[in-house]
């Protein structure tokens, strides 16, 4: 069977606050108007569910499955909507009551759980503006690179500050990746200078394309960039969302991956 050609996805911006009801049903909202839109593959952002106080994000933990606030909610837009949902960060019981795992879950059209992937890289900065994160005293690390099947393309997950780390992303196409998923909630400081390089970095070394769906705005105790992506293999920025909430389409081409490949082949001259 020859792999499908084309691939409609739409790359979601939220704004998630700290009420879990109404970020939920946003979300569904957003999955529904992209699958009218054409989309068969959503991507939401890191935090989609809740961004507050840890406190309230440990008590909305729970395991990967039928039951719990979030994957329902979530399971359930998938189904109606009848398309792939890929949520980004959403809190998974750990071992840990105190950390939970900051997880990347994929959903199929009929609403199962196919693939999940536990954010590898916890964002512990103090950034030139004061601001201090220190994720991992919230959150536990995962340990393993996680790669999906969808309508037969092959597609990497990973969480935000991942995307500093290149090593993981040769990783996933060592494993067949030919697009990348980074969910992301960027700081405005560390946004305004680096988010756009980062991204079409990763798509350029490894000739994938990126999707990047983030946070935009003013949540609790944080600000973040916004300026949802989507990059194309050879670098290009292929879609934008604005500031606020909204979404960017693109189509992805097979076509287009395996010329740029083909013309400039630097995954086969790859010595280390």
Not at 102 to 122: E, M, Q, W
Not at 131 to 158: H, P
């Amino acid at each position: 069977m020859n792999p499908v050609e084309t691939l409609v996805v739409a790359a979601v911006q939220l704004s998630t606050q700290d009420d879990v009801a109404n970020n939920l049903s946003l979300a569904r909202s957003m999955v529904r108007d992209a699958a009218r839109r054409g989309a068969q593959l959503v991507v939401m952002p890191e935090n989609l569910a809740f961004m507050g106080p840890e406190g309230r994000k440990r008590e909305l933990a729970a395991p990967l499955a039928p039951g719990s606030q979030v994957f329902e909610s979530l399971s359930m837009a998938a189904s109606d909507a009848e398309v792939w949902v890929i949520a980004g960060g959403i809190p998974e019981k750990s071992e840990d009551p105190n950390r939970p795992f900051n997880t990347c879950a994929v959903f199929a059209p009929d609403g199962s759980l196919v693939a999940s992937y536990r954010k590898i890289h916890l964002f512990d900065v103090d950034l030139s503006d004061g601001t201090r994160f220190a994720e991992t005293d919230a959150c536990s690390r995962g340990d393993a690179v996680a790669c999906v099947d969808i309508e037969g393309f092959r597609v990497g997950l990973s969480i935000c500050y991942d995307v500093r780390f290149p090593e993981l992303y040769r990783r996933l196409v060592d494993q067949g990746a030919e697009v990348v998923v980074v969910p992301s909630a960027f700081t405005v400081t560390t946004g305004k200078d680096h988010w756009h390089v980062l991204m079409r970095a990763r798509a350029i070394e490894n000739q994938v394309y990126v999707i990047a769906p983030a946070q935009f705005g003013t949540h609790p105790k944080r600000t973040t960039y916004g300026k949802t992506i989507i990059v194309d293999p050879w670098g290009t920025v292929v879609a934008q969302c604005s500031d606020g909430v909204g979404m960017c389409l693109h189509t992805l081409d097979r076509s287009y991956l395996e010329q740029v490949r083909r013309s400039l082949p630097a995954l086969r001259h790859r010595r280390l």
